[in-house]
């Protein structure tokens, strides 16, 4: 079982710190998108945290499972209204089983990163293919590395700055392999969170999509269907289940 970073210090802070990421400008293209692709199926949520996706999809219609590795997080999920509706099997979700098949399953906001070696990433694409029913869909977003950002010989760049909140990277390109390091500042109080990740490329996603049986279907830029170019700074990506 691998560490769970996000214990109860970071789970009841968590929708706070990621308050921009419930912008409906941002979180309603996502709940559409999704929507769309479960149709009148289930759909499973890796790493489903406090239910920032899933509650809202749960509200379209789509009857949503979630697989997380942290407690507290889930505790979060149930406070909420619509929350206790929710299956969640805990465990880590590269491995984990949940109960039948769906429609979609989806990882977003770079959780994919979550997993910290290649072997647990392609163990994630052969979990989802098990779970999910002929022709159904994968769907991830993530960073696409920002290497060119990095001058030679540098290690930590920064990804945010601002009064209340200082973010770094630091990142090995040897192992594609890194820990965000977050100082949240309030007054006198620094909070300090770090989670090591893996960053991983749109081919080599693809990659471990073929040899779970999947297809790519589609790429983006963003959830409202921005085309994918050399210039995206993250994509969201589709994978359909061959058969």
């Known amino acids: 079982m691998p560490e769970n970073f996000f214990d109860e210090r970071v789970a009841e802070r968590y929708d ?58 889930i505790r979060r999920l149930r406070s909420k209204p619509g929350g206790g509706a929710i299956a969640v099997t805990v465990g880590d979700f590269a491995m984990a089983k949940a109960e039948g098949k769906f429609a979609l399953a989806y990882l977003v906001f770079n959780t994919i990163m979550n997993l910290v070696t290649q072997d647990e990433q392609i163990a994630c694409f052969k979990n989802v293919a098990a779970h999910l029913e002929p022709g159904g869909s994968f769907v991830v977003e993530v960073v696409v590395p920002e290497l060119q950002r990095l001058p030679p010989g540098e290690t930590v760049r920064a990804f945010t700055v601002t009064p209340s909140r200082l973010g770094f990277d630091e990142i090995d390109v040897v192992t594609q392999t890194g820990t965000s390091r977050h100082y949240l500042i309030d007054g006198d109080r620094v909070r300090v969170f770090a989670v090591p990740f893996r960053y991983v490329w749109p081919s080599e996603l693809d990659l471990m999509a073929r040899l779970a049986g999947l297809t790519r279907s589609e790429r983006w830029s963003d959830w409202t269907r921005r085309p994918f170019t050399a210039h995206s700074s993250q994509h969201v990506s589709v994978w359909r289940k061959d058969g």
């Open 16 to 73: 706070a710190d990621a308050g921009d990421m419930f912008d409906p400008v941002i979180l309603d293209p996502a709940v559409t998108f999704l929507a769309e692709l479960a149709g009148s199926g289930r759909a499973l949520e890796l790493g489903i945290g406090t239910g920032r996706v899933a509650l809202p999809l749960q509200q379209q219609g789509v009857e949503v499972h979630g697989i997380d590795l942290s407690p507290a997080m």
